[in-house]
């Protein structure tokens, strides 16, 4: 079974600043998907970036790109230029791309705060 | 505006009583999940379902009961619920695997019902 984890329980940064949220995951699989949702006090869980394995090109959107370490099976995300509206608890997740099914395992979540 | 929408958004319940959550997807999906969030705890896979079948049931106890009777809608019946299963409910819909127009991975979710049972 896939597990994900995500060591960091709460970060903080300062407004305009950058931070890299860490998140690492187990597979045996070769082919999968891998996903940061971003969940603000509303509760919405919003989608923030998507990264295929297959592709080597780490992903990138606006401010938001991720650090992809297929060998390490490590997932980092990194908000560049932090915003007070990007403090929010971060999930990693992850989906097999090779089974027909489509469950998404979560991590624990990283609660971001954003300092004035 | 996110495609999903679920009613309630709040929900105050005894344990005797008996409830509904609606879940409801303008995507064009054919999957749609249903998850729990409790405090301190990962998202909880509870039910998936496909084209209307129901393709996974995570152990989950026969007090929840879900009902999916075409591909926009889902519902999550509740009875006899215990104050454990107090949590916050998300569903979430995508497009399944092997499906015409492409299978795009991602879950699309809705604000969630937030559950209080006393």
């Known amino acids: 079974a896939q597990t994900v984890t995500q060591s960091q329980p709460e970060m903080s940064v300062q407004e305009a600043e950058t931070v890299t949220l860490s998140c690492t995951y187990d597979?045996?699989?070769?082919?999968?998907?891998l996903f940061w949702y971003k969940q603000p006090p509303s509760r919405q869980m919003i989608l923030v970036i998507r990264?295929?394995?297959?592709?080597?090109q780490n992903a990138t959107e606006n401010r938001f790109s991720v650090n992809f370490q297929k060998a390490a099976k490590s997932f980092s995300l990194k908000i560049s230029d932090s915003q007070l509206g990007d403090a929010a608890m971060y999930f990693c997740?992850?989906?097999?791309?090779?089974?027909?099914?489509?469950?998404?395992?979560f991590g624990e979540g990283t609660q971001l705060t954003v300092n004035p | 505006e996110t495609g999903v929408t679920q009613t309630p958004r709040h929900l105050v319940m005894g344990m005797t009583n008996k409830k509904s959550l609606k879940c409801e997807q303008h995507l064009g999906h054919n999957a749609m999940y249903w998850y729990k969030q409790s405090a301190k705890k990962p998202l909880e896979l509870m039910f998936v379902?496909?084209?209307?079948?129901?393709?996974e049931n995570n152990s989950v106890p026969s007090r929840f009961s879900p009902e999916c009777p075409n591909s926009s809608h889902l519902f999550l019946h509740l009875h006899t619920l215990q104050p454990e299963d107090s949590a916050l409910y998300l569903c979430?819909?995508?497009?399944?695997?092997?499906?015409?127009?492409?299978?795009?991975?991602?879950?699309?979710f809705g604000p969630g019902t937030r559950l209080t049972v006393t």
């Open positions: 990264q295929e394995a297959y592709k080597q």
């Open positions: 379902y496909n084209f209307k079948e129901q393709t």
């Open positions: 979430a819909s995508s497009r399944f695997p092997g499906t015409s127009g492409g299978a795009t991975p991602e879950q699309y």
């Open positions: 597979t045996s699989e070769s082919d999968y998907y």
């Open positions: 997740a992850y989906r097999s791309a090779e089974t027909s099914g489509s469950r998404l395992t």
